[in-house]
């Protein structure tokens, strides 16, 4: 049975929807999900998600150690978005945290932490998140006549999405902010986390068959040695048989 979906073109929209890439038609399917709300209120709820309270108030979370160190291979299912903001910025970075972790829950999609660590696990495929404040360098002179250098907040925001070779970063400007990004975050983190877990099935595959491989392998060699072993017990006994039948012809002339 062939699935239809239809979606609601914005205003101004001339794109021909049927020639969007996979990315701009899930960005489409998660702004007309009935059970996503993107819009990022102008305040705080009060009854806030677990998620966002722990990461409003970061000390009430207490991750086991073990020998006084924390072990990042581990995780728990409770914990904040990890976040390095200046105390001007917190409110407006909890109201989107607020607004893009619920998004993210309401499309089924859950969290993982472990210290100031945090995760979107999206089918089992683990994406780090990540908030910083982003700084431009200003100089100065200082009081005594020397030149200084010194970090001065934009107000922006980034949201940095995987780590490692896989680290994507989200930048404001003063004119487009992380409000207006929410969905193209979300379409990215569901398509990497689908690309990343059709890589990790063909490499399971691919190691599966490379172990019945070897098995095959393994299982000739046996063979090709009990047969061996067998061929050179053979000869030994021919020789052993030819041993014989000389001892005989000899006691025949005695």
């Given at each position: 049975e062939e699935k239809i979906t239809l979606y609601k073109r914005k205003e101004?929209?001339?794109?021909?929807l049927g020639e969007l890439s996979e990315f701009d038609k899930l960005k489409l399917e998660i702004e007309n999900d009935p059970k996503v709300n993107l819009q990022v209120p102008k305040k705080l709820s009060k009854n806030l998600?677990?998620?966002?309270?722990?990461?409003?108030?970061?000390?009430?979370?207490?991750?086991?150690?073990?020998?006084?160190?924390?072990?990042?291979?581990?995780?728990y299912n409770y914990g904040g978005i990890a976040v390095?903001?200046?105390?001007?910025?917190?409110?407006?970075t909890l109201r989107i945290i607020d607004t893009l972790v619920k998004?993210?829950?309401?499309?089924?999609?859950?969290?993982?932490?472990?210290?100031?660590?945090?995760?979107?696990?999206?089918?089992?495929?683990?994406?780090?998140?990540?908030?910083?404040?982003?700084?431009?360098r200003v100089e100065y002179v200082s009081d005594y006549g020397w030149k200084r250098s010194k970090l001065e907040s934009l107000g922006l925001l980034t949201l940095i999405t995987g780590e490692y070779s896989s680290k994507k970063e989200w930048n404001e400007t003063k004119t487009i902010f992380l409000e207006k990004k929410l969905s193209q975050i979300i379409a990215y983190l569901?398509?990497?986390?689908?690309?990343?877990?059709?890589w990790n099935i063909e490499r399971d595959k691919r190691e599966k068959e490379r172990k019945e491989k070897e098995e095959i392998e393994r299982q000739k060699a046996e063979i090709r040695g009990l047969e061996v072993k067998k061929l050179k017990a053979l000869i030994a006994r021919s020789r052993q048989w030819n041993e014989v039948q000389k001892l005989r012809k000899f006691l025949t002339y005695l």
């Amino acid at each position: 049975e062939e699935k239809i979906t239809l979606y609601k073109r914005k205003e101004g929209d001339q794109r021909d929807l049927g020639e969007l890439s996979e990315f701009d038609k899930l960005k489409l399917e998660i702004e007309n999900d009935p059970k996503v709300n993107l819009q990022v209120p102008k305040k705080l709820s009060k009854n806030l998600d677990p998620i966002v309270k722990a990461t409003k108030f970061p000390e009430t979370v207490n991750h086991p150690k073990k020998d006084g160190i924390w072990d990042f291979t581990k995780r728990y299912n409770y914990g904040g978005i990890a976040v390095s903001v200046s105390d001007n910025v917190l409110p407006r970075t909890l109201r989107i945290i607020d607004t893009l972790v619920k998004a993210l829950k309401a499309r089924g999609h859950t969290f993982s932490f472990v210290h100031d660590r945090s995760y979107v696990v999206i089918s089992g495929i683990e994406i780090a998140l990540r908030f910083r404040e982003k700084h431009k360098r200003v100089e100065y002179v200082s009081d005594y006549g020397w030149k200084r250098s010194k970090l001065e907040s934009l107000g922006l925001l980034t949201l940095i999405t995987g780590e490692y070779s896989s680290k994507k970063e989200w930048n404001e400007t003063k004119t487009i902010f992380l409000e207006k990004k929410l969905s193209q975050i979300i379409a990215y983190l569901e398509i990497t986390a689908k690309e990343e877990l059709k890589w990790n099935i063909e490499r399971d595959k691919r190691e599966k068959e490379r172990k019945e491989k070897e098995e095959i392998e393994r299982q000739k060699a046996e063979i090709r040695g009990l047969e061996v072993k067998k061929l050179k017990a053979l000869i030994a006994r021919s020789r052993q048989w030819n041993e014989v039948q000389k001892l005989r012809k000899f006691l025949t002339y005695l």
